[in-house]
Structure formats: structure tokens, C-alpha cells
């Protein structure tokens, strides 16, 4: 999992560590106007490669109403326009979690995990500006609210073929 911001100082050498499709990727959510794109899912192109940009519209909600995923066919990059904040858990898939939902066949290639309250999870904090970067070996949990209870929030998730991102 890698996490930044595009607004932070050291964002182009952040971007420039990542595999070329992320770091086009990166540029582009940095320079495009996403607050008034449509909300959706959208084939595009960084670089060459095709990719799916979906547009959301959401509320966070309390840990407990969000299960972990992962993703087997692409990266998500998942970017925060506006709103929120976010909170988003994350951990290292063991491969021995209890399957809720198993999607991955399908073009959401999402698997969803039964919640394991044993189970440790770090988690990140994502405000305007702030992109999360998550591979398949890497469990997530998005949409979660803070303290300050439910907030609505404007979240980019582009779908990159993890084989674009193998140098």
C-alpha cells in the first residue's frame, strides 16, 4: 500500500518512485477537475493502458457497517476530493480470512472478508488531496467516519491492471 497526498511538497518524489501507469495516474487525479465530473464508472486511458475511473458520492459510516475487501485483476487507487474526512483500515491479506462475498470473477473483481475483530488493522486518515494506493495482497476498509460521526465525501477510485504496474 503506498499513501500520500498531492498536495504535499514531497508529492513529486512520491509519484516518481511509482511504477509509470501510478504515477500518470497520480497527475492526472492531481490536474483533472473531479469535484464537478459526473458520478460513474468511465473507461479511460493513462498512458496507454486502459483503466476504469469511478466517481462516487458517498457518507462515511461507523467500522462495523464496512467489511474488508481486496482485488485481485487491478490496483486501487482510490483519491479524496472533497469532503469527509475518511477513515480507511487497512492489513496484509493472510489468505485465511472467512469469505463473505466472492466477486472476483466478475468486472468489480472484489472479494469481500467477513469482519474479524482479532484481526489488526492500521488505518490512514483521508482528507482532500489524499490518494491510497492498495494491491491485491492488501485488505481494505474505506468509508469508515470518524468521531465526528457520518460525512459525505467525493472519492475517485481508478482501477489499474496490476500488470501495468510490475516494472
Not at 489488526?120 to 465526528?148: L, N, T
Request: glycine letters at 10%.
Amino acid at each position: 500500500m503506498f499513501y500520500g497526498n498531492v498536495n504535499n511538497e514531497f508529492f513529486e518524489s512520491q509519484a516518481a518512485v511509482l511504477p509509470g501507469v501510478l504515477c500518470e495516474a497520480l497527475h492526472f487525479l492531481k490536474e483533472a477537475d473531479l469535484k464537478s465530473h459526473p458520478v460513474g464508472n468511465f473507461p479511460m486511458e493513462i498512458g496507454g493502458v486502459p483503466v476504469i475511473l469511478q466517481v462516487m458520492d458517498r457518507e462515511t459510516g461507523p467500522r462495523q457497517e464496512h467489511y474488508p475487501e481486496i482485488h485481485r485483476k487491478y490496483a486501487d487507487l482510490q483519491f479524496f476530493v472533497s469532503g469527509g474526512p475518511e477513515t480507511a483500515s487497512f492489513y496484509i491479506d493472510s489468505g485465511k480470512g472467512t469469505v463473505r462475498e466472492d466477486l472476483l470473477g466478475t468486472p468489480g473483481d472484489i472479494l469481500f472478508y467477513e469482519n474479524d475483530p482479532a484481526q489488526k488493522e492500521g488505518s490512514v486518515v483521508m482528507s482532500p488531496g489524499a490518494y491510497a494506493i492498495y494491491f491485491p495482497w492488501d485488505v481494505h476498509i474505506p468509508g469508515q467516519c470518524r468521531e465526528e460521526g457520518p460525512r459525505a465525501f467525493r472519492k475517485i477510485v481508478m482501477k489499474i491492471p496490476v500488470e501495468a504496474c510490475v516494472r
